[in-house]
């Protein structure tokens, strides 16, 4: 037991990183980025990339990576999602336009790279980060990278909740959340708030996809296309834009997985994020946590 | 005119069954609803028609049967997805569409797990093809051109507004759910019957992004716009072999260049060009129509 509750914190670790991301930009751009699982294979693709051309540590590779998988989203926004938001006339309207182009990018993004690898899958090589078995007593077996997993995302989750709730950033943050117009008069430069934002969550995505890409020892082009779901049955049970949302949903969902392979029909682990989402949909729509919120007409 | 038939009768089946997809997709989009789930109700259709067909029944009785249940059943989840609005209806549908692959891998022999089914009879001809799809298109037409279809527009620009001038909202919205699950199953049981395999990886992403590029592309606001979409999907790729490996590619990028600055599609940009060599003062584009200040 003591062994699940390890695993599915250190597999949890992962779903956070990659959750917030999502639900960050969800919130802040009203952008549903289906993209954001081809950014996560993106991650684990240049730390292959990286990894085998140069003998770099992972304390290099990883912020090499974030960097790069956070260029590219900042490039998408400037090219894509900002002439989008600007563009088209209702809520609505400009929600879908996002979430198709999201779709086209995705698509773009996973074939470069599945053509790159000729469809086989790759591994990030030994020399960015050994992987090393540690035991603790006879129960309880964790690899090193395993422990890295859990203790950059509680870093990181209490970095970005420090972040979005005390600092001027934030506080702008949640503001052009909710009225990007009234912000701009009072002084925000809402595009480059977006931009920002949008990079947050690429590096997020990003660092989720070395992390992973590292534990399971496996680089594919398809391998954010599972991890989408997840990250919006996570969403749903926390809440839209709320990080201890997030997290709790993570490591909720993360025990749920770990447990129906340890001890149930292992193949169905990856309809569990589709129950969830279904139940919580039913029985209250605006997620566990979520905050009264109002709809603007 | 023959030869050319018979040479290309499996692109034009091919066609064919996108434009029922593509259609599937339009009729929820139209009314502002942002729905995946035909993708998903495509897939289901295209396993049901499978096992069934496999199982001696004909297809008479098969695709009246998938178009009810999936109508039934896209109404049932009109129900609790009707509370949901814009990017969490998105989710739960395409959430929808990425689970029934997992599911049908764990079918056992009843789905063939991960290879799928395959070796089903050939249960229908293209002409019968050719005559479903017709009458779809016939039948939507006569939608869009009529109550509802404005009762759709209305609720696309405001859904308050909509509801203040006597539009059902709750009940258009169900319709339409209903509406786009019954195409989308009727695309993918004529799919099992015309291609004679059907496996999980047809479904997911692949799919969704095949769909909306017809949806979108051609011009979501008409059947017209489908049947383009469809087209250009099928057939493009014939053309322009070389494009081979790179497919998903391109249609990615034409999903985007076409959101960017076509966002009424081929069909809005063909017609207002149109309107502008009349010296006809052009029709608003929606983006214009819409920018009214609050």
């Known amino acids: ?297 | 005119m023959f030869q050319y038939f018979s040479d290309n009768e499996v692109l034009i089946q091919q066609t064919l069954v996108y434009v029922l997809l593509a259609i599937s997709l339009q009729v929820v989009l139209r009314c502002g609803v942002v729905s995946l789930a035909s993708i998903g109700f495509y897939t289901l259709g295209s396993y049901a028609s499978a096992i069934l067909v496999k199982h001696d029944w004909p297809p008479v009785l098969i695709l009246p049967l998938v178009v009810l249940a999936s109508g039934l059943v896209g109404y049932g989840f009109g129900k609790p997805l009707a509370r949901l609005r814009g990017l969490y209806l998105a989710m739960a549908t395409l959430a929808f569409d990425l689970v029934i692959p997992v599911l049908l891998i764990n079918g056992g022999d009843l789905t063939g797990g991960a290879l799928g089914i395959y070796a089903i009879p050939l249960a229908i001809t293209t002409g019968s093809l050719f005559v479903i799809v017709v009458v779809v298109i016939l039948a939507v037409s006569q939608i869009e051109r009529g109550w509802m279809g404005r009762a759709s527009l209305a609720l696309r620009s405001d859904e308050n507004l909509a509801r203040s001038m006597g539009v059902r909202v709750t009940r258009e919205r169900y319709l339409a759910f209903a509406i786009s699950a019954a195409l989308g199953g009727l695309a993918g049981a004529l799919s099992a019957m015309l291609f004679r395999a059907v496996s999980p990886g047809n479904g997911g992403f692949a799919l969704i992004t095949l769909g909306l590029t017809m949806a979108i592309v051609g011009g979501r606001d008409s059947w017209v716009g489908a049947v383009i979409g469809a087209y250009l999907v099928t057939w493009v790729p014939e053309w322009l072999r070389f494009v081979g490996p790179y497919r998903a590619l391109v249609f990615g990028l034409v999903l985007v260049v076409v959101i960017l600055f076509f966002p009424d599609g081929l069909l809005g940009a063909v017609r207002r060009l149109f309107a502008r060599s009349r010296r006809k003062p052009a029709p608003a584009t929606r983006s214009e129509r819409e920018a009214v200040p609050v």
């Open chain 1, 1 to 297: 037991m003591i062994q699940v509750i390890a695993d599915s914190l250190s597999l949890g670790s992962v779903y956070v990183l990659f959750a917030l991301g999502l639900s960050l930009s969800w919130s802040v751009l009203n952008l549903l980025n289906l993209a954001y699982g081809a950014q996560f294979m993106l991650g684990a693709y240049f730390a292959y990339v990286i990894g085998s051309h140069v003998d770099w540590p992972l304390l290099v590779v990883l912020p090499a990576v974030m960097l790069i998988v956070a260029a590219t989203s900042v490039v998408t926004d400037v090219l894509v999602f900002r002439r989008l938001r600007t563009m088209a006339g209702t809520p609505v309207e400009s929600e879908l336009s996002m979430l198709v182009a999201s779709i086209g990018l995705a698509a773009v993004a996973v074939t470069l790279v599945q053509h790159q690898t000729q469809g086989e899958s790759k591994f990030v090589p030994r020399s960015v980060f050994q992987v090393k078995t540690l035991s603790f007593g006879d129960k309880l077996h964790l690899t090193n990278m395993q422990l890295i997993m859990l203790i950059v995302t509680v870093l990181l989750t209490i970095a970005l909740a420090v972040a979005v709730k005390w600092t001027r950033f934030g506080r702008a943050m949640r503001g052009v959340a909710v009225d990007p117009a009234t912000c701009e008069l009072l002084g925000v430069n809402s595009n480059r708030l977006f931009s920002t934002t949008i990079a947050i969550s690429g590096a997020l995505a990003g660092l989720a996809g070395v992390l992973l890409a590292i534990h399971l020892n496996y680089v594919d082009s398809t391998m954010g296309d599972p991890l989408l779901t997840k990250a919006f049955a996570i969403i749903i049970i926390g809440g839209v834009g709320s990080i201890l949302g997030a997290a709790v949903g993570g490591y909720l969902l993360a025990f749920a997985e770990v447990v129906i392979v340890a001890y149930g029909p292992a193949n169905y682990r990856d309809a569990i994020a589709f129950v969830v989402i279904l139940v919580v949909l039913l029985l209250r729509p605006s997620g566990l946590f979520a905050r009264q919120r109002w709809e603007r007409a």
